[in-house]
């Protein structure tokens, strides 16, 4: 089985930073694909940012270069930091995998974290 340890989320004023870690661990082969998202009660989980082994990195349309992702490949961790927070991006941000738990495994499962909280106030 594998784990997904979020943190980092928290209550920051308009403007400010923040950065999300997420910890991959279990059994763990490859990560193809780490992923961040967000939900507000009421709404669809969307898409904040993807990095790729293959691909590279993606962003969602509304981050609007105001942060950025990347990852720790040895540690198996991905890192979403945030900067110029607006009040609309108070949300429970998740973290998503793809992870191979053996080479034989194709594709590979997906995990999600259990999610933190961001909060920014006005």
């Known amino acids: 089985q594998v784990q997904l340890a979020e943190s980092g989320g928290g209550l920051v004023q308009a403007g400010g930073s923040l950065r999300l870690s997420c910890a991959a661990s279990?059994?763990?082969?490859?990560?193809?694909?780490m992923s961040w998202y967000r939900q507000v009660p009421g709404k669809q989980r969307e898409l904040v940012a993807t990095?790729?082994?293959?691909?590279?990195?993606t962003y969602g349309d509304f981050v609007k270069g105001r942060f950025t992702v990347s990852r720790d490949i040895a540690k198996n961790t991905v890192y979403l930091q945030m900067t110029g927070l607006k009040p609309e991006d108070t949300a429970v941000y998740y973290c998503?995998?793809?992870?191979?738990?053996?080479?034989?495994?194709?594709?590979?499962?997906?995990?999600w974290g259990q999610g933190t909280q961001v909060t920014v106030s006005s």
């Open positions: 279990g059994t763990i082969f490859s990560i193809n694909v």
């Open positions: 998503y995998a793809n992870v191979r738990t053996s080479q034989l495994q194709w594709p590979g499962n997906v995990y």
């Open positions: 990095i790729n082994s293959d691909v590279g990195t």
